[in-house]
């Protein structure tokens, strides 16, 4: 098992509730207002229907290994970092998202293992979601919640 580098994100506007929730250990998703995809990388607009409205949800955090490969010498902060996983995980919601599988020896990871959420903290006030393999005593709940945001709720007169 090597330490993973913990680089902060270039933080969009569009995305930062994202970066943010995932410092305190929340993984956020966009879902589309109009035909209800769920969207990873957090933006706008659903690239699904083209619809513009799109709202956060809360993801359990669990998936499974769609695709991935043993990076054996990165780049940047990963310079040193390898050998690591790259990843594609597989959202219980849908989206498939690009991230690290950690906490395991990288020659033990497989396509279609389960997977859940482990939040590395940036310092900066972000987090990087990455994945671990799930134990086989941990059973999801798979449930997406609305997220409740300050944007969409009524002003409160005082
Ligand atoms: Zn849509």
Known sequence: MTSMPTPAPYVTPDAAAYW????????????????????WYPRPF????????????EAVGT???????????????????????????ELDEGPRMLTNVVDCPVDGVRVGQRVTAVFHDTGQGTALPRFRPIGADEIPAVEIAAVETAVDEPAVGG
């Open 46 to 57: 659903c690239p699904s229907c083209a619809g513009s409205s799109t709202s956060w949800v």
């Open 63 to 89: 998936g499974s290994v769609y695709s991935f490969t043993i990076t054996r010498k990165g780049q940047g902060a990963y310079r040193e970092a390898g050998p690591y996983v790259l990843a594609y995980v």
């Open 20 to 39: 943010h929730a995932a410092a305190e250990g929340r993984l956020l998703l966009r879902r589309c207002d109009e035909c209800a995809t769920v969207i």
